[in-house]
């Protein structure tokens, strides 16, 4: 039952990473495709109908991880306090960058919120990043089950490390690349004309950037967790993770190449998958490392609620799903099709 | 410790008291505005549909901030609540998640749609869209006061040998007896205060002589809804809810009625200061026997005072307590009142020639968000010194390893950001109030 709960968390995350990773991508290349403040219009509003809804797939998330793995809650949410409500006022700023700047017709009003939403996505890209270092690196986990990481130490992930150390921004490198990619390949295939080509172009060049993160923390990743590898021999299916993100890469270079920019989102979109995956299987029964003692690791069964709760999660939250499933299903479905102009005062 | 748990309380305290501000008024105005749309439908009366789009964007900015301000309170439980989190997590985290996954994916879905679909729905699909916001928005608050219930009145768990609770009935936790009064009385506490505030616009344009058709309908929905509902929001749902607190936190109703003595034929205190030194009220105003009756329906039966518990289990700040509820109890008379004499007026047809009537409309919108403020600090003031009641206190609750002065740090950097905010909210709503219903009125594309 621990593991059904394990597998549906991943998923929720790896959809959270993939749905509001393309409005923060988009968010992260606002200025960089969108050259003047009619692109910009038309970015917010390729996104204005599903960025919100993209972000409750985090809430939906942490409420999951709240009911089935409490003490893994409480223990990474109070540990990662300065980050997580750092991350918090950024949340809150750069939502009301899109949702704030459509309400005033002044140049200056509609400037300072576009660089708000861009800078703020790339924060929470940023904060994203950290936090995937951070569990493939372990935190300073006690007896109790409780830690407290300050942002920095010495830059070296050791015993005691911070929230940011080499290790850690290497993975922030890789979260923002890709998803400058993966916000510009849903841009590409959203829009058209100038806009559409720039995105295209900003993708195929940062796919460059991605590879070269990507392999680099490939690299580094055994050295800093040694063993990261050691499930994929014992369950070789977990494998196809690995092929997975590999079809991704390959996939988001040619499909952009040859233009066919909705096939290059999906194939972002299968490289994200695939990474998270592979993460999650690598991990799997450990929740989160302890750098201090491997004996107070959190694990799936040592943070798990009850089992007759976590029995009768499965009655609402499988239905609650494909609920949510469908409704983005409609959502996409109503909305579907390019946008390549967007009236002044129109939308976002 | 003593203050770090201190500042982790007035965070939580300061972060959700500012939060429902908005929440309050969307989950109203979500009905309203079904019933706007409906009216529309059925009277064929363009008008409303263009009022349901001018409360649409006032509903749009509310449900910004609301989800903006409401994010944090999840990620709180965890930041600063990890004992409690650790304890309970496997309980309310349930209802958390449900609302996350039930309501939140519901309301924003069509919430897009809403605002942005009109023609693309065509009038009955937009009708359904409002609907379904209405829907998720109300659903949303039945899980989150699940949640708070639970807290309040413990159900459908086991303490297990290391002290940790365990979720033991579903539908017991799910459809917990003070959940449904609570639920009941709290929505139509948001009601209250989106009918006043849409009279309030009306009587606003009413007096300055524009949007008069606007302004007639504003005032007529708005006063009929808050007649409804602030009769209803007193009586049976508030007047159940102090029956439910009579019955399984008897220490919290003594010290919310300021009962300091145990008494046959206990008097209903009207206004008086408690005196915590001397253990009485000062200078009460009181009406005999009327606490009695109110609880047990009977004059004589006898109340429990503060003086039939032990000290430990005392709200920890019983003044704070009694004025919230007070002054809750105070505003919701006051409520009745002023729709009451809004309905006579309209009856004798003499509600729009009322200037007087409709300043005091115009100015009455700001008192239900105290009241509803006010309501839910007696519910978690009254539930102190317990962070879940009878099983787990507020001071076993807290994170371990969070500093006062990191709680410190994070406190003041969220209220200088919802000082932003709130200059940002006054400045947009006045603005859309000031452009007026007939302002952008094409339904988008």
């Given at each position: 039952?621990?593991?059904?709960?394990?597998?549906?968390?991943s998923?929720?995350?790896?959809?959270?990473?993939?749905?509001?990773?393309?409005?923060?991508g988009?968010?992260?290349?606002?200025?960089?495709?969108?050259?003047?403040?009619g692109?910009r219009?038309?970015?917010?509003n390729a996104?204005?109908?599903?960025?919100?809804?993209n972000?409750?797939w985090?809430?939906?998330?942490?409420?999951?991880?709240?009911?089935?793995?409490?003490?893994?809650?409480a223990?990474?949410?109070?540990?990662?306090?300065?980050?997580?409500?750092?991350?918090?006022?950024?949340l809150?700023?750069?939502?009301?960058?899109i949702?704030?700047r459509?309400?005033?017709q002044?140049?200056m009003?509609?400037?300072?919120?576009d660089?708000?939403?861009?800078?703020?996505?790339?924060?929470?890209?940023?904060?994203?990043?950290?936090?995937?270092?951070?569990?493939?690196?372990?935190?300073?986990?006690?007896?109790?089950?409780?830690?407290?990481?300050?942002?920095w130490t010495?830059?070296l992930?050791?015993?005691?490390?911070?929230?940011l150390d080499?290790?850690?921004?290497?993975?922030?490198?890789?979260?923002?690349?890709?998803?400058?990619?993966?916000?510009?390949?849903?841009?590409?295939?959203?829009?058209?004309?100038?806009?559409?080509?720039?995105?295209?172009?900003?993708?195929?060049?940062?796919?460059?950037?991605l590879?070269?993160?990507?392999?680099l923390?490939l690299?580094?990743?055994?050295?800093?967790?040694?063993?990261?590898?050691?499930?994929?021999?014992?369950?070789?299916?977990?494998?196809?993770?690995?092929?997975?993100s590999?079809?991704g890469?390959?996939?988001?270079?040619?499909?952009?190449?040859?233009?066919e920019?909705f096939?290059?989102?999906?194939a972002?979109?299968a490289?994200?998958a695939?990474?998270?995956?592979?993460?999650?299987?690598?991990?799997?029964?450990?929740?989160l490392?302890?750098?201090?003692n491997?004996?107070?690791?959190?694990?799936?069964h040592?943070?798990?609620?009850g089992?007759y709760?976590?029995?009768?999660?499965?009655?609402?939250?499988?239905?609650?799903?494909?609920?949510?499933?469908a409704?983005?299903?409609?959502?996409?479905?109503?909305f579907?099709?390019?946008?390549?102009?967007?009236?002044?005062?129109a939308?976002? | 410790m003593?203050?770090?748990?201190t500042?982790?309380?007035?965070?939580f305290?300061?972060t959700?008291?500012y939060?429902?501000?908005?929440?309050?008024?969307?989950?109203?105005?979500?009905?309203?505005?079904?019933?706007?749309?409906?009216?529309?439908?059925?009277k064929?009366?363009?008008?409303?549909?263009?009022?349901?789009?001018?409360?649409?964007?006032?509903?749009a900015?509310n449900f910004a901030?609301?989800?903006?301000?409401?994010?944090?309170?999840?990620?709180?439980?965890?930041?600063?609540?990890?004992?409690?989190?650790?304890f309970?997590g496997?309980?309310?985290?349930?209802?958390?998640?449900?609302?996350?996954?039930?309501?939140?994916?519901?309301e924003?879905?069509?919430?897009?749609?809403?605002?942005f679909?009109?023609?693309?729905?065509?009038?009955?699909?937009?009708?359904f869209?409002?609907?379904?916001v209405?829907?998720?928005?109300?659903?949303?608050g039945?899980?989150?006061?699940?949640?708070?219930?639970w807290?309040?009145?413990?159900?459908?768990?086991?303490?297990?040998a290391?002290g940790?609770?365990?979720l033991?009935?579903?539908?017991?936790?799910?459809?917990n007896?003070?959940?449904?009064?609570?639920?009941?009385?709290?929505?139509?506490?948001a009601?209250v205060?989106?009918?006043?505030?849409v009279?309030?616009?009306?009587?606003?344009?009413?007096?300055?002589?524009?949007h008069?058709?606007?302004a007639?309908r504003?005032?007529?929905l708005?006063?009929?809804?808050?007649a409804?509902?602030?009769?209803?929001?007193?009586?049976?749902?508030?007047d159940?809810q102090g029956?439910?607190?009579?019955?399984?936190?008897p220490?919290?109703?003594?010290?919310m009625?300021?009962?300091?003595?145990?008494?046959?034929?206990?008097?209903?205190i009207?206004?008086?200061?408690?005196?915590?030194?001397?253990?009485?009220?000062?200078?009460?105003?009181?009406?005999?026997?009327?606490?009695?009756?109110?609880?047990y329906?009977?004059?004589?039966?006898?109340?429990?005072?503060?003086?039939?518990?032990?000290?430990?289990?005392?709200?920890?700040?019983?003044?704070?307590?009694?004025?919230?509820?007070?002054?809750?109890?105070?505003?919701?008379?006051?409520?009745i009142?002023?729709?009451?004499l809004?309905?006579?007026?309209?009856?004798?047809?003499?509600?729009?020639?009322s200037?007087?009537?409709l300043?005091?409309?115009?100015?009455?919108?700001?008192?239900?968000?105290?009241?509803?403020?006010?309501?839910?600090?007696?519910?978690e003031?009254?539930?102190?010194?317990?962070?879940?009641y009878?099983v787990?206190?507020?001071?076993?609750?807290?994170?371990?390893?969070?500093?006062?002065?990191n709680?410190?740090?994070?406190?003041l950097g969220?209220?200088?950001?919802?000082?932003t905010l709130?200059l940002l909210?006054?400045?947009?709503?006045l603005?859309?109030?000031?452009?007026?219903p007939?302002?952008?009125?094409?339904?988008?594309?």
């Amino acid at each position: 039952m621990e593991t059904f709960w394990y597998i549906a968390l991943s998923f929720m995350f790896i959809m959270y990473v993939i749905l509001d990773g393309f409005d923060l991508g988009a968010g992260i290349v606002h200025f960089w495709v969108g050259r003047t403040e009619g692109d910009r219009r038309i970015i917010l509003n390729a996104i204005g109908p599903y960025w919100d809804g993209n972000e409750v797939w985090l809430i939906a998330a942490g409420g999951t991880l709240y009911f089935a793995f409490p003490k893994l809650y409480a223990a990474s949410f109070s540990g990662f306090y300065l980050p997580l409500i750092l991350v918090l006022w950024v949340l809150i700023l750069r939502a009301l960058g899109i949702e704030l700047r459509h309400h005033v017709q002044h140049l200056m009003w509609k400037a300072f919120w576009d660089r708000t939403f861009s800078v703020g996505s790339l924060l929470l890209t940023v904060f994203l990043g950290a936090a995937l270092g951070n569990i493939i690196r372990g935190v300073p986990l006690n007896q109790d089950g409780y830690f407290f990481v300050p942002l920095w130490t010495n830059f070296l992930p050791g015993p005691h490390p911070g929230v940011l150390d080499w290790f850690t921004l290497l993975f922030v490198a890789v979260a923002v690349s890709t998803l400058t990619v993966h916000g510009a390949h849903y841009l590409a295939f959203k829009t058209g004309g100038e806009l559409q080509q720039r995105a295209a172009r900003v993708a195929g060049r940062a796919w460059w950037g991605l590879t070269v993160c990507s392999v680099l923390a490939l690299v580094a990743t055994p050295a800093v967790r040694p063993g990261f590898w050691a499930r994929f021999g014992e369950h070789p299916w977990g494998g196809a993770f690995v092929l997975l993100s590999l079809a991704g890469w390959l996939g988001m270079y040619a499909f952009n190449r040859k233009g066919e920019h909705f096939r290059a989102f999906l194939a972002s979109a299968a490289f994200i998958a695939g990474m998270g995956a592979v993460t999650a299987f690598a991990h799997y029964p450990v929740t989160l490392y302890s750098s201090v003692n491997p004996a107070w690791n959190l694990t799936v069964h040592n943070t798990a609620a009850g089992a007759y709760g976590l029995k009768i999660g499965l009655l609402w939250w499988i239905p609650g799903i494909l609920l949510a499933c469908a409704y983005f299903a409609y959502l996409f479905y109503i909305f579907r099709g390019k946008i390549t102009s967007v009236p002044e005062d129109a939308g976002y | 410790m003593e203050t770090a748990l201190t500042l982790h309380r007035l965070q939580f305290a300061f972060t959700i008291m500012y939060h429902y501000l908005f929440p309050q008024l969307t989950m109203g105005l979500a009905l309203l505005i079904v019933i706007m749309k409906g009216l529309a439908l059925w009277k064929k009366d363009e008008l409303y549909n263009r009022s349901a789009r001018f409360w649409a964007k006032i509903f749009a900015i509310n449900f910004a901030m609301g989800v903006v301000t409401g994010i944090p309170m999840e990620f709180q439980f965890g930041t600063n609540w990890a004992k409690f989190s650790t304890f309970a997590g496997g309980i309310i985290g349930q209802t958390l998640a449900m609302e996350g996954v039930f309501a939140f994916f519901l309301e924003s879905s069509f919430l897009g749609l809403f605002l942005f679909g009109e023609k693309k729905l065509g009038p009955r699909g937009h009708f359904f869209a409002a609907f379904m916001v209405f829907l998720g928005s109300w659903l949303s608050g039945y899980f989150i006061i699940v949640t708070n219930a639970w807290m309040q009145h413990p159900v459908g768990y086991s303490l297990d040998a290391e002290g940790q609770v365990h979720l033991t009935d579903f539908w017991a936790f799910l459809l917990n007896p003070w959940a449904l009064w609570q639920y009941l009385h709290n929505m139509l506490g948001a009601v209250v205060t989106s009918s006043f505030v849409v009279a309030a616009v009306g009587a606003f344009y009413w007096l300055t002589g524009q949007h008069l058709e606007y302004a007639r309908r504003f005032l007529r929905l708005g006063l009929a809804s808050a007649a409804v509902s602030s009769l209803l929001v007193a009586f049976p749902t508030g007047d159940m809810q102090g029956k439910m607190v009579a019955k399984h936190q008897p220490v919290t109703l003594a010290a919310m009625e300021g009962l300091f003595q145990t008494k046959e034929g206990a008097e209903l205190i009207l206004i008086g200061q408690p005196d915590m030194e001397n253990l009485r009220i000062d200078n009460p105003i009181h009406i005999p026997n009327l606490l009695s009756f109110l609880t047990y329906h009977r004059w004589k039966a006898e109340v429990k005072g503060l003086d039939a518990f032990p000290r430990d289990v005392w709200p920890d700040n019983i003044p704070l307590l009694y004025y919230a509820y007070h002054i809750m109890v105070g505003l919701g008379t006051i409520f009745i009142a002023v729709a009451a004499l809004g309905m006579l007026l309209w009856w004798r047809q003499r509600l729009f020639d009322s200037r007087w009537y409709l300043w005091i409309v115009m100015l009455s919108f700001p008192f239900p968000y105290i009241a509803n403020t006010a309501g839910w600090m007696t519910a978690e003031l009254g539930r102190q010194p317990w962070l879940v009641y009878g099983v787990l206190r507020t001071a076993d609750g807290a994170s371990p390893l969070v500093s006062g002065g990191n709680a410190l740090f994070t406190l003041l950097g969220f209220m200088g950001i919802y000082a932003t905010l709130s200059l940002l909210f006054v400045f947009l709503i006045l603005r859309e109030v000031s452009h007026g219903p007939d302002h952008v009125q094409q339904p988008l594309p």
